[in-house]
């Protein structure tokens, strides 16, 4: 008997350190005990991620790269070039080594020939078809890496509305939520009134109608919310945070430009997108030029120094060099220049069309921007008083009707009145938040 108590005694005094030290592990976050905590993550936040991780930037970027060195390819066609070459020539007749320097000298014949060249070229003149053609690789570099700023400026956009988009649809929720807590407690309420025989039992019904159209609501505002956080983190260029962030912010109406007067103007001086079109123009303009050189003279400069060794070991090497000034001048072609001519003027024509085409469009993009942005100014406004309105309007049904002097059809109204007001207001915030990003964006200053 003393036996068993003590085999017992043991048991138990294991199983209760056995728990203790599950305890302590879960205090440390052991073994599944506590969770981190979903990281927050704000707005100037993820535009850094995007700005890093989003693959429209890196080809930009790639495609920036690659101009510059289109650029680096052009303006070394304008230097000396210098090369160095070896050679080795096996004839079934056999060759001279060298070319007669005086009438009657012998000359050493070999079936094997080893060389070695060192040979120079230079262009002296071109008719300035070589600088035209660097000057314009220049530019088409320049325009290049304000298109890469001006693809910065669209994802910042695009982040910036999906951003604000978010918190509105977070607050929409929140109110769904909210309306869906109250509804719940009024409908206990008419419940209490129903069995003390106060309310009909159509109310009840009613009620939980109400109470369902509420729940399919915030089912569809939930799933609407997950795909715009796959839309952040897909512009932030990461899927694998999809379902891992909340944002913090705030849809505090502030940033209200004072004057818009001139914003046109400022646009154009500041919009990359204007500015990598009129470059491309620029450079254009240039490479018509240089098809109009096509007709010009070319004067080049060639010179070589090397060596020739025969293949017999009983000879030795011979110098060889000489100097080549040549000039060329195209006299018929059968039009291939002309064609070309006019080729490039079309192209600069065609960009001088899209210049004024973008120049229109910016033009409309300010109007809109203005105009979005004094609109959702205003409804913000206007719907900051109707949510005070509508909340004490639902307030007075609910009253009245408890008092047995209102009926369930207009609690039901008022309330779905303030719930409508409530997510105008938050989308109209969201939207004023979102139509300052888009002014910034048209008019090109970054906020």
Known sequence: MVNTRSFFFIIISILLSFSAELASAADFGIGGGEQLATPSYTLEKCLGIAMQGNPDIGQKSWESEASEADSAIARSKLQPALKLSGGYLHSVDPQSIIKARRVGDPLPFEHDIFSTDLSLSYPLYTGKRLEKRAQAAKLRAGAQRQALEFTKDELSYLVTTVFY??????????????????????????HELFVAKKAAKVDLLRTEVRIAELQQRLI????????????????????????????????????????????????????????????????????FQAARSERQPEVSLRASYGNRWPGSRNLGSEEVGEVYLMASMPIFDGGQISAGIRRENALMLAQKESLRKLALKIRLDVETAISNLKSAAAREEVSEKAVEQANESFRIEREKYELGKGSILDVLD?????????????????????ALAAFSMATGVRQ
């Open 165 to 190: 988009t978010i918190l509105g649809q977070n607050k929409v929720i929140e109110s769904l939520r909210f309306s869906h807590q109250t509804l719940l407690e009024h409908r206990k309420r008419v």
């Open 220 to 287: 569809k505002d939930e799933s609407n919310l997950g795909v715009l956080y796959c839309q952040l983190v897909n512009l932030m260029g990461d899927m694998n945070l999809a379902g891992k962030i909340e944002i913090a912010g705030d849809l505090e109406i502030s940033g209200m430009p004072e004057n818009n007067a001139g914003a046109y103007d400022l646009a154009l001086a500041n919009r990359e997108d204007y500015q990598a079109l009129k470059l491309k123009l620029d450079a254009q303009e240039k490479t």
């Open 414 to 434: 008022a309330q779905n009145a303030l719930l409508d007001t409530q997510t105008t207001h938050y989308r109209a915030k969201a939207e004023f938040k979102i």
